[in-house]
């Protein structure tokens, strides 16, 4: 098992560093603060699972790091980059080539085929149609799915339309790839395949992955789990620890 001693981690080696990062939405009646300084550090290579009860600021979080959504005051950093204050195009530029999105709902575009969506990052980032299609072929060879190049959405089971969205969220061997629910939609069954593809790829790959569960299954794959209350991390446990909490022990 991988160790991941992230008080002593090289700088070199830190891919995600937070540091009291607050967030507060305002609905016009009321103010809810979904981070209240939060502070985080992963290092290359780690599985990291992010759980907690609803609201309690979780996918809030996984949005902030990857830029998805701005924050009120902290800092993030992304290999060395301070995200903090990046205009918007280039940050959008940055999730592009350095991050994969995999979400519970897949996205998939229906009237493309699955190496259309896989290969449509590329496309958007400047990437000739060729090599486009040659990096999204391999990116579902990756996940096994190579023959289903040519079905569309609706011609694939939601285990097949997973994988589909995680080899187009690895189509450009991103630095980090943040999951949010990857497995909420799926059978007990299917949700054990799409984890065990997702721990061979970091091994494999070293991917460092960040994901949001409410499955303490799932939270049990990853290296270290993040519990969440109220906007601050509450407490961390490690793998063998939430691998008991699955068990029921």
């Given at each position: ?31 809810v ?32 790091l ?8 902290g ?9 903090t204050?990046m205009?918007?195009?280039r ?13 519970q ?25 060729k090599?486009?299609?040659q990096m999204a072929?391999?990116?579902l060879?990756r996940?096994?799915?190579r023959?289903?190049a ?11 339309r ?8 690895l189509?450009?061997?991103?630095a980090?790839?943040w999951?949010d ?18 721990v061979?790829?970091?091994?494999e790959?070293?991917?460092t992955?960040?994901?949001v ?17 109220d ?5 961390e ?7 008991a ?5």
């Amino acid at each position: 098992m991988t160790s991941f001693a992230t008080g002593s981690t090289p700088a070199d080696e830190v891919v995600i560093e937070a540091r009291d990062v607050h967030k507060t939405y305002d609905t016009g009646s009321v103010q809810v603060h979904a981070l209240r300084g939060v502070s985080l550090t992963v290092p290359r290579g780690e599985m990291v699972a992010i759980m907690g009860p609803s609201g309690c600021g979780k996918t809030t979080l996984l949005n902030s790091l990857s830029g998805l959504d701005d924050f009120d005051s902290g800092t993030v950093h992304i290999n060395g980059t301070d995200i903090t204050r990046m205009a918007d195009d280039r940050k959008t530029e940055f999730r592009a080539r350095d991050m994969g999105f995999v979400f519970q709902t897949y996205n998939l575009l229906p009237v493309l085929s699955a190496v259309e969506n896989v290969e449509l990052p590329l496309i958007v980032s400047g990437v000739k149609p060729k090599i486009a299609r040659q990096m999204a072929l391999e990116s579902l060879g990756r996940v096994r799915l190579r023959e289903f190049a040519t079905h569309r959405p609706n011609q694939l089971s939601g285990g097949q339309r997973q994988r589909v969205t995680i080899a187009r969220a690895l189509v450009n061997r991103p630095a980090i790839m943040w999951a949010d629910e990857p497995t909420g939609a799926l059978d007990s069954g299917t949700a054990g395949e799409i984890m065990d593809l997702i721990v061979e790829l970091n091994r494999e790959a070293r991917q460092t992955t960040v994901l949001v569960t409410h499955d303490p299954k799932v939270a049990a794959r990853c290296h270290r789990t993040i519990l969440m209350a109220d906007g601050v991390i509450d407490v961390e446990r490690t793998q063998s620890e939430m691998a008991a909490v699955a068990a029921g022990h």
